[in-house]
């Protein structure tokens, strides 16, 4: 079992920045790529940036430019740097992780990242 704690959300202003962390604990040896997603009410849940253990990443068009997913090298841990914050940006964010070539289903309890115009 893997459990995953994201942080860093919170309130900030149309063109702030925020750091988004996801730590992974438990049997986290055979985890070999993480991602952001994010979900507002209503819709369904988006994949945000993915990054892999050799360092592939791959970001949504609405974020690219604007947003940098990296990763601990020592430990299952992944973050997101958000720059250019627009108010569209507003969503819970949550992270997930792949377990050998499968993306798990498993969720952590999600940041609230809202943006003010």
């Known amino acids: 079992q893997v459990q995953l704690l994201e942080s860093g959300g919170g309130l900030v202003e149309t063109g702030g920045s925020l750091r988004l962390s996801c730590a992974a604990s438990?049997?986290?040896?055979?985890?070999?790529?993480m991602a952001w997603y994010r979900q507002v009410p209503g819709k369904q849940r988006e994949l945000v940036a993915e990054?892999?253990?050799?360092?592939?990443?791959n970001y949504a068009d609405s974020v690219k430019g604007r947003f940098t997913i990296s990763r601990e090298k020592s430990r299952p841990t992944i973050y997101l740097q958000m720059n250019s914050l627009k108010p569209e940006d507003t969503a819970v964010y949550y992270c997930?992780?792949?377990?050998?070539?499968?993306?798990?289903?498993?969720w952590g309890q999600g940041t609230q990242v809202t943006v003010s115009s």
């Open positions: 997930r992780y792949r377990w050998g070539s499968v993306w798990s289903g498993d």
């Open positions: 438990g049997r986290s040896v055979s985890i070999n790529a």
């Open positions: 990054i892999t253990w050799g360092g592939h990443t």
